[in-house]
């Protein structure tokens, strides 16, 4: 999906990540979390054949951005480990909406100062 503005085309996953300030590997892994639901950095990692490391990176900065929450859970045999699950969908795209409201105004407030 795209949209249309003058003479420039804006693809839906460019829009997503300029809202966010994310990383192709942040968008990569969020897309995978709303897609699949629930996942450990290592099945995210097998999911888009990644390297751990760079999955950690990535949902790192998403938690940071608060597009995913993080759950702990034990293990049998001793530990435990992280389950990343993504903001609801719904949620996103208000955050969304409010970005581009936000830039839609700074763009009229700048036209009507030119």
Not at 5 to 34: D, H, M, Y
Not at 86 to 112: A, C, G, L, M
């Amino acid at each position: 999906m795209e949209v249309t503005f003058a003479c420039k085309v804006f693809p839906i996953e460019q829009v997503l990540r300029c809202s966010f300030g994310l990383s192709a590997a942040e968008f990569r892994v969020l897309k995978i979390l709303l897609a699949k639901g629930e996942k450990s950095v290592e099945e995210t990692a097998e999911h888009l054949g990644r390297d751990r490391t760079t999955v950690q990176r990535a949902m790192a900065g998403l938690l940071k951005k608060g597009l995913v929450k993080r759950r702990q859970y034990n293990l049998d045999g001793g530990g435990y480990q992280y389950a990343y699950h993504p903001q609801d969908k719904e949620w996103i795209k208000e955050r969304v909406s409010e970005h581009f409201d936000r830039f839609s105004r700074t763009v009229k407030n700048e036209i009507e100062s030119w």
